[in-house]
């Protein structure tokens, strides 16, 4: 049973903007903090930006300024806005819970960024 979906990757060059999207199941979705992660290649998962039930944001040093995650509670979604695109910012990128949960991992979206 799928629970989490993200989309909205795709190829872009260096500065351009990306909209991540992940759409939950209600039961994920209501109450929890929601956070966006990524793995680029031959690196570990890491934690980009999260997100909590009333909208209060947080977000990994790298990304401050540039990211913006947010959550619409009545469509069970979350979005992830990537402006100012680096090619360091390439990567695999999921949504789960924060803390995330082993078995929400999902097949994520994949973000690259040419130079």
């Known amino acids: 049973q799928v629970q989490l979906v993200e989309s909205g990757g795709g190829l872009v060059q260096a500065g351009g903007s990306l909209r991540l999207s992940c759409t939950a199941s209600?039961?994920?979705?209501?109450?929890?903090?929601m956070g966006w992660f990524r793995q680029a290649p031959g690196k570990q998962r890491e934690w980009v930006a999260r997100?909590?039930?009333?909208?209060?944001?947080a977000y990994e040093d790298f990304v401050k300024g540039r990211f913006t995650i947010s959550r619409d509670n009545a469509r069970n979604t979350v979005y992830l806005q990537m402006n100012s695109l680096k090619p360091e910012d390439t990567a695999v990128y999921f949504c789960?819970?924060?803390?995330?949960?082993?078995?929400?991992w999902g097949q994520g979206t994949q973000v690259t960024v040419s130079s």
């Open positions: 789960n819970t924060f803390p995330a949960i082993l078995s929400l």
């Open positions: 209600r039961s994920i979705f209501r109450s929890n903090f």
């Open positions: 997100v909590s039930s009333g909208g209060s944001t």
